[in-house]
């Protein structure tokens, strides 16, 4: 095998982490993978597998741990813009979303969470089908802004998310 078709293959999964994590966690049928990479010459999905194989090996496993958070929904989140007299619980850029009469629902969790946690309560979300208006981490807080309908099941994902936080690799 090539240095370049094994270089290519490691520069091709910074394009998909889930592939990566899917590694780590040893889930992956290899000549599937090097084909997903657009590899279809059978020699250079034989080959991509052993590159992807190699990779798997000189990575650290896919293991989580819990995370110690407190989580509580609020309903009736409105958008505001900046400058107008609110108590936005979460602003990005000039639109914030402040408690009132609007028709969406913010779900917070305070404790240990951060951008790594955001991301696997992002990937719960995306998986229970609740769209995300917006979202955000800062120090203890994580913020999630859901439709009010979604409010439940948006609380139940962040829940459980926060059970299984990869350890960083």
Same mark, same amino acid.
């Given at each position: 095998?090539? !240095?370049?078709?094994? =270089? ?11 592939? *990566? ?10 000549? =599937? ?10 020699? /250079?999905? !034989?080959? =991509?597998?052993? =590159? ?15 995370? /110690? ?10 958008? *505001? ?7 936005? +619980?979460?602003? @990005?850029? !000039? ?11 913010? +779900? ?5 969470? !951060?951008?790594?946690?955001?991301? *696997? ?8 089908? @609740? ?14 802004? +859901? ?5 439940? /099941?948006?609380?139940?994902? *962040? ?11």
């Amino acid at each position: 095998m090539s !240095d370049t078709l094994a =270089a290519d293959v490691r520069a091709a999964l910074r394009d998909y982490p889930f592939l *990566v994590a899917a590694l780590r966690a040893g889930v992956v049928n290899y000549a =599937a993978a090097a084909r997903f990479l657009g590899l279809d010459d059978d020699a /250079d999905v !034989d080959a =991509a597998a052993t =590159a992807l194989r190699r990779y798997a090996d000189d990575l650290e496993g896919y293991d989580t741990d819990a995370r /110690d958070a407190r989580v509580t929904m609020e309903s009736r989140l409105g958008r *505001v813009e900046s400058g107008e007299d609110t108590d936005a +619980v979460l602003t @990005v850029n !000039d639109t914030g979303f402040a408690p009132g009469e609007g028709p969406l629902t913010g +779900v917070l969790a305070v404790g240990d969470v !951060d951008a790594s946690a955001l991301g *696997v309560v992002l990937g719960r979300l995306d998986v229970a089908d @609740v769209g995300v208006e917006a979202a955000g981490v800062v120090d203890d807080a994580l913020l999630v802004v +859901v439709g009010r309908r979604d409010g439940p /099941d948006a609380l139940r994902a *962040v829940e459980a998310a926060l059970e299984g936080v990869p350890t960083s690799a």
